[in-house]
């Protein structure tokens, strides 16, 4: 239990977190992990800042210290990544990342000798890998995930190869970002520290535009070329990794290239025995009749959708003819990725579009105001105490209100309760 930290600066720290469609239920284990990134003056600082976007001139109001002062702090904060610093509109601006995916990544996204990563480590095993609130808020509750499974495209075939969208493609992710980065793989530099780690590429992870350009600046990442950001997914590809990024179709901030071992989306899908909306518009399709039952696809499932049917392997004929080893699809964690395609030898699997296509909010914005929704803190998104809305701000917000399917819109009205917002949604 974690009630005695309740009034300390990491507890408001914590509360400020869950303030976030993307929270972090308290827990020892979180303060024990705020410690090691925060120091306590920091903490109390940070639970003080907006859930928005915001400038120096802001936290400088929130904190009633000199504009130079605040600016500093800001400054070093992002150094660490705890903190992401952009350019919007021709003004420095800062945020505060959700924990996944953001400040518990950055904070291995490079080997340092600032913080006791191997102790870090540790306590996000504990805390993401042991306890279960953490990845079941991330992972279960609401509809729409953080981030979603891009298909292996050459795994496809005609027809549907004509049927994926380009922002279902990460290649088009790539050849269309502005800026990107490369850091250090941050679920198989955890496993390393406790000596689980798989032999998976381990300097793979891919950051794109305002993420890549913060952390690039501060050199957690290196920036790369659009050509070696291909080479690398191609890599990504031959080693069996599923490509896993940001929930949108615009704005893409990161492309992981996860495993089933390390990756804790993958083992989340393994755990619950859920997909929700992370999975691909696509799914495995298997020809009984030509698998020789090699067990090839076994092995490559990440999340061990393909596997060994509960009443045993199938015969082959009635006369009696030795047992075929064919596998069994579970469909509802199928995640559509296509690793296991190109490895068999028959050509029994293929990927097929899925029968309902999974919409992907359109932009960060969207994807957030959905989620807030979905987990009824809506109103912290909107109705932010700690500083008021800019004019761009809350248009952007409400206009992602105004967007959502009408189900999701009536849930939005129910909990904010503002006449305002209710006159904008009875006139669509």
């Given amino acids: 239990m974690a009630h005695h930290h309740n009034g ?6 914590v509360d400020r977190l869950n303030r976030f469609p993307q929270g972090a239920p308290a827990s020892d284990m979180l303060f024990g992990i705020l410690k090691i990134l925060f120091s306590e003056k920091e903490a109390g600082l940070v639970a003080q800042l907006p859930i928005k976007p915001f400038t120096a001139q802001t936290a400088a109001k929130a904190w009633k210290l000199p504009l130079a002062q605040a600016q500093n702090i800001l400054d070093e904060l992002a150094s660490r990544a705890i903190l992401l610093d952009m350019d919007m509109h021709g003004e420095q601006t800062y945020c505060l990342p959700p924990p996944m995916a953001g400040f518990f990544e950055f904070a291995l996204m490079r080997v340092r000798d600032d913080i006791d990563q191997k102790a870090l480590s540790e306590l996000y095993h504990q805390y993401i890998n042991v306890e279960e609130d953490f990845m079941r808020d991330l992972f279960v509750q609401g509809e729409t995930g953080l981030g979603r499974v891009f ?3 050459d795994a496809l075939t005609d027809p549907y190869r004509l049927e994926i969208l380009d922002y279902e493609r990460a290649t ?13 793989c941050y679920c198989r530099h955890k496993k390393w520290h406790l000596g689980t780690n798989c032999d998976a590429p381990m300097d793979i992870c891919m950051t794109f535009n305002t993420a890549a350009h913060s952390l690039i600046k501060h050199g957690h990442a290196r920036s790369v070329s659009k050509e070696e950001c291909t080479e690398l997914l191609h890599q990504a590809y031959d080693h069996g990794l599923v490509q896993f990024g940001e929930n949108n179709r615009e704005g893409v901030n990161f492309i992981c290239n996860c495993c089933g071992c390390c990756c804790e989306a993958l083992l989340a899908v393994q755990r619950f025995g859920i997909t929700q909306s992370i999975h691909s518009n696509f799914i495995i399709e298997l020809n009984e009749e030509t698998c020789i039952g090699c067990g090839k696809c076994l092995k490559a499932c990440p999340v061990k959708a393909l596997h060994k049917p509960e009443d045993g392997w199938k015969q082959s004929a009635e006369d009696g003819s030795p047992l075929r080893r064919v596998p069994e699809l579970n469909k509802d964690i199928c995640l559509g990725c296509g690793v296991c395609v190109n490895g068999c030898p028959t050509k029994s699997l293929k990927l097929v579009p899925r029968p309902n296509r999974t919409i992907t909010p359109l932009n960060t914005t969207h994807r957030v105001v959905l989620m807030a929704a979905e987990r009824g803190n809506l109103q912290d998104l909107i109705f932010d105490n700690q500083v008021m809305f800019s004019h761009r ?24 309760r503002s006449r305002y917002v209710e006159r904008l949604m009875e006139k669509l």
């Fill in 172 to 184: 088009h992710i790539i050849e269309t970002s502005r800026e990107i980065g490369i850091s250090m």
């Fill in 393 to 416: 701000l809350m248009a952007g917000v409400l206009g992602a209100i105004l967007k959502l399917p009408p189900v999701a819109r009536n849930l939005a009205r129910k909990q904010l």
């Fill in 8 to 13: 300390s600066a990491y507890g408001r720290l």
């Fill in 151 to 153: 298909v292996k495209e």
